[in-house]
């Protein structure tokens, strides 16, 4: 009747009807609304608990089901039970007896958010060694030393030293420069317990063949870099390789080269050239840190660089038709932070000097 009488009425007096005053179901307050308002509202509370009681049932149901499905699966094993499943016997892992050192002595020449992708990048680098049938024997983080990028003459970005110079000389902690503090807190400081893992909380890559403990003679130190006039032909056993540990988007050219030439370290390129990859680079030669580590691991169990850079350079890279190519323009590389698209992720990256996020350039030697 109500309905019926209120479908007579002009829309403008309709309008002008007055509110009505009721308790929302939801909130328990008085509140005015229209009639027509007031309807849906309890239409939308009515229309939920529906939903909610329905979910409730729904579930019960699927728990049920569930429960009746393993007990029938359980019964049909008992009666037909199948042949054990041989699983392969897993190699045991045959390290290969040299150190991977990755010096994370230019925090003052990145932002925060490139020590970040940096931070990430390690993460994946360790995970590839870990899951190598050939991995290095030990890797070594070290963080600053007596040589900063500023100290070498090269400007720290936006957000870089001039903000967190606590995190720049050669006394601070590696466990307080911005890479440090990432892996202490985002991976709640598992870093400490990795196998075949070193963190050198001071000293930098100066102090692995100074001081009281030294542990590399600088002789078999190799800082691997894009910008070397060496190309390295293998990897040997009972030598130390040194990856630049920086994320600069391409920043800071020849950065690695001139800190190995300052601290007197020999340094040496990958062998990124058409004769090993039968093709060219469709790409800038920017690699992250997993990448690199993926190229180096990938020597190490195969032998071969061919099978090595195919499987630590991304597909985007590499152009399907072979292309003439200087061997200068090939070569020029560097490690980058990304999310991992193959841990691969990406796992470590090449030995390059610049980085891009996607590509996060952690400064390997190649």
Same mark, same amino acid.
């Given at each position: 009747?109500?309905?019926?009488?209120? @479908?007579?009425?002009?829309?403008? *007096?309709?309008?002008?009807?007055?509110?009505?005053?009721?308790?929302?179901?939801?909130?328990?307050?008085?509140?005015?609304?229209?009639?027509?308002?007031?309807?849906?509202?309890?239409?939308?509370?009515?229309?939920?608990?529906?939903?909610?009681?329905?979910?409730?049932?729904?579930?019960?149901?699927?728990?049920?089901?569930?429960?009746?499905?393993?007990?029938?699966?359980? =019964?049909?094993?008992?009666?037909?039970?199948?042949?054990? @499943?041989?699983?392969? @016997?897993?190699?045991?892992?045959?390290?290969?007896?040299?150190?991977?050192?990755?010096?994370?002595?230019?925090?003052?020449?990145?932002?925060?958010?490139?020590?970040?992708?940096?931070?990430? *990048?390690?993460? &994946?680098? &360790?995970? =590839?060694?870990?899951?190598?049938?050939?991995?290095?024997?030990?890797?070594?983080?070290?963080?600053?030393?007596?040589?900063?990028?500023?100290?070498?003459?090269?400007?720290?970005?936006?957000?870089?030293?001039?903000?967190?110079?606590?995190?720049?000389?050669?006394?601070?902690? %590696?466990?307080?420069?911005?890479?440090?503090?990432?892996?202490?807190?985002?991976?709640?400081?598992?870093?400490?317990?990795?196998?075949?893992?070193?963190?050198?909380? &001071?000293?930098?890559?100066?102090? %692995?063949?100074?001081?009281?403990?030294?542990?590399?003679?600088?002789?078999?130190?190799?800082?691997?870099?894009?910008?070397?006039?060496?190309?390295?032909?293998?990897?040997?056993?009972?030598?130390?390789?040194?990856?630049?540990?920086?994320?600069?988007?391409?920043?800071?050219?020849?950065?690695?080269?001139?800190?190995?030439?300052?601290?007197?370290?020999?340094?040496?390129?990958?062998?990124?050239?058409?004769?090993?990859?039968?093709?060219?680079?469709?790409?800038?030669?920017?690699?992250?840190?997993? *990448?690199?580590?993926?190229?180096?691991?990938?020597?190490?169990?195969?032998?071969?660089?061919?099978?090595?850079?195919?499987?630590?350079?991304?597909?985007?890279? %590499?152009?399907?038709?072979?292309?003439?190519?200087?061997?200068?323009?090939?070569?020029?590389?560097?490690?980058?932070?990304?999310?991992?698209?193959?841990?691969?992720?990406?796992?470590?990256?090449?030995?390059? =000097?610049?980085?891009?996020?996607?590509?996060?350039?952690?400064?390997?030697?190649?």
């Amino acid at each position: 009747m109500d309905q019926c009488k209120e @479908a007579n009425v002009p829309e403008e *007096q309709r309008r002008k009807l007055p509110p009505v005053t009721i308790t929302d179901p939801r909130s328990g307050e008085k509140v005015q609304l229209s009639k027509t308002a007031a309807k849906k509202l309890l239409k939308r509370v009515q229309r939920q608990e529906h939903k909610d009681a329905t979910k409730q049932e729904r579930r019960a149901k699927e728990r049920q089901r569930r429960k009746e499905k393993q007990i029938q699966l359980r =019964e049909e094993r008992k009666k037909n039970p199948l042949p054990a @499943a041989a699983k392969p @016997a897993k190699t045991p892992a045959i390290a290969f007896k040299a150190n991977l050192v990755v010096d994370l002595g230019f925090d003052d020449l990145m932002t925060t958010d490139e020590a970040t992708s940096l931070a990430a *990048q390690l993460g &994946y680098l &360790y995970g =590839e060694n870990r899951a190598s049938s050939a991995p290095f024997q030990q890797l070594i983080f070290t963080g600053a030393g007596d040589t900063s990028g500023t100290s070498l003459g090269f400007a720290p970005p936006h957000g870089g030293a001039h903000q967190f110079p606590e995190s720049s000389t050669k006394d601070s902690s %590696l466990f307080q420069d911005r890479v440090g503090v990432q892996m202490e807190t985002k991976n709640r400081g598992s870093w400490r317990r990795w196998t075949r893992v070193m963190l050198r909380e &001071y000293g930098g890559i100066e102090g %692995l063949s100074r001081g009281p403990n030294p542990i590399c003679d600088p002789s078999n130190m190799v800082y691997l870099t894009a910008d070397s006039d060496h190309t390295i032909h293998e990897l040997q056993e009972g030598k130390t390789y040194i990856i630049g540990g920086i994320v600069d988007r391409n920043r800071y050219k020849h950065l690695c080269a001139k800190k190995a030439e300052h601290l007197g370290i020999p340094t040496a390129r990958l062998p990124i050239e058409p004769t090993y990859l039968g093709q060219a680079l469709n790409a800038r030669k920017v690699l992250t840190v997993n *990448q690199v580590f993926a190229i180096l691991v990938g020597w190490t169990e195969t032998r071969d660089w061919k099978a090595a850079l195919q499987r630590g350079l991304p597909s985007r890279k %590499l152009q399907n038709n072979a292309q003439a190519c200087s061997s200068d323009a090939i070569l020029h590389n560097t490690l980058s932070d990304n999310q991992p698209e193959s841990v691969q992720k990406d796992p470590a990256q090449q030995i390059t =000097e610049h980085t891009n996020p996607e590509e996060a350039t952690t400064k390997p030697c190649d």
